[in-house]
């Protein structure tokens, strides 16, 4: 499977705990980006890799989240002191950065649930 | 602050009906507008669309863009029940660094 994968599939938790998930974009795309989507809602951005380096940050992902992207290759999202309102489906997406227009492809995604 | 609407926010159909999908954007410095279905976990995408006037065909579904009026609609012909899903539409606006803005989507219900 070339496509984008990300893990775990689902996850609980109890609020105040942390937690980690993973993102293995397609082979060579060097853009990446995460998303979080909730029930009725489209996509949020939330943050953007170009290789390794965080380019951007979107205002909506507050001081307990953190990305990285420490070889250019897969990415990790981590939540720390967790909130109920954080219980969404996180979405990973990746793209290769060539010359005219590509799309981005999305992976499975995440789901977390807060408890 | 750049937004993306989408209308209908659903919709419910027979099977056979054609069905139009609709997307307004306000951005600035637009470079693409995408359309993606999502059915139950990850958005697959459908279209790009880059230029004006320019329709992209894909069996029963077709979309067009209008960059002035700043508006792009999905059709969808003779439609099934497969084609249930929530449709996606996302704008490219790069303002130093890449990123896509979505709307919230359009669910679509086709009933047999």
């Known amino acids: 499977d070339t496509g984008v994968s990300q893990n775990p599939r689902h996850k609980i938790t109890k609020r105040g705990q942390n937690v980690t998930f993973r993102c293995d974009p397609i082979?060579?795309?060097?853009?990446l980006y995460w998303y979080r989507q909730t029930l009725g809602q489209g996509p949020e951005f939330l943050t953007y890799?170009?290789?390794?380096?965080?380019?951007?940050k979107s205002r909506l992902l507050s001081d307990r989240f953190s990305a990285e992207r420490p070889k250019g290759s897969f990415s990790t999202l981590e939540i720390q002191r967790t909130e109920q309102g954080d219980s969404a489906m996180y979405l990973c997406?990746?793209?290769?950065?060539?010359?005219?227009?590509?799309?981005?492809?999305f992976g499975q995604g995440t789901r977390l649930t807060v408890v | 602050e750049d937004k993306v609407v989408q209308s209908p926010l659903s919709l419910v159909v027979h099977e056979g009906d054609t069905v139009t999908l609709n997307c307004s954007y306000e951005v600035t410095n637009f470079r693409s507008l995408l359309w993606y279905k999502q059915e139950k976990k990850a958005p697959t995408f459908l279209f790009m669309l880059?230029?004006?006037?320019i329709e992209k065909k894909s069996g029963r579904l077709s979309s067009i863009l209008d960059k002035k009026e700043l508006f792009s609609i999905l059709n969808i012909t003779a439609t099934q029940t497969g084609d249930s899903a929530v449709y996606l539409c996302a704008v490219e606006a790069p303002s130093g660094t890449y990123k896509y803005i979505f709307g919230t989507g359009t669910r679509l219900k086709v009933l047999a």
């Open positions: 997406a990746s793209e290769a950065a060539l010359r005219g227009y590509t799309e981005a492809f």
């Open positions: 082979s060579e795309h060097n853009r």
């Open positions: 890799f170009q290789n390794e380096a965080q380019l951007e």
């Open positions: 880059t230029s004006s006037g």
